[in-house]
């Protein structure tokens, strides 16, 4: 169920940054190490990337602490981006957001 809200969140944030040729294919949480693997296709490409990250939960939302991809540019680029947001992802507000806090 967790994965359902929280694959739905970041669908969200992905198309309403303009994103919307990026597709989730999974998302595997360990909340303990606090570990995340989601898998994604990109319009285009044969095969899927892989990205792999660690986070901590703070009340503003989640904030990525490190991230690899399967793509060394990727990787790159997520961590440039990341470097001027501060890593920080916001939740969303209401019920959702409390479930998605329970299970990270």
């Known amino acids: 169920m967790i994965d359902s809200v929280l694959r739905k969140a970041l ?15 999974s998302i595997e949480l360990r909340p303990e190490p606090k570990t995340a693997a989601l898998t ?10 892989t990205i792999n990250a660690t986070y901590a939960l703070e009340e503003g939302g989640v ?12 990787t790159e ?5 990341l470097t001027k947001s501060g890593g ?9 957001g409390k479930l998605v806090r329970m299970f990270l």
């Open 11 to 25: 669908e969200a944030r992905i198309a309403s940054s303009g994103f919307d040729w990026v597709k989730i294919v």
């Open 40 to 49: 994604v296709m990109l319009d285009g490409e044969e095969k899927p990337v």
């Open 63 to 74: 904030r990525v602490k490190s991230l690899t991809t399967s793509r060394r540019w990727m």
């Open 77 to 81: 680029g997520l961590q440039l981006a």
């Open 88 to 96: 920080l992802i916001p939740l969303p507000g209401g019920l959702q």
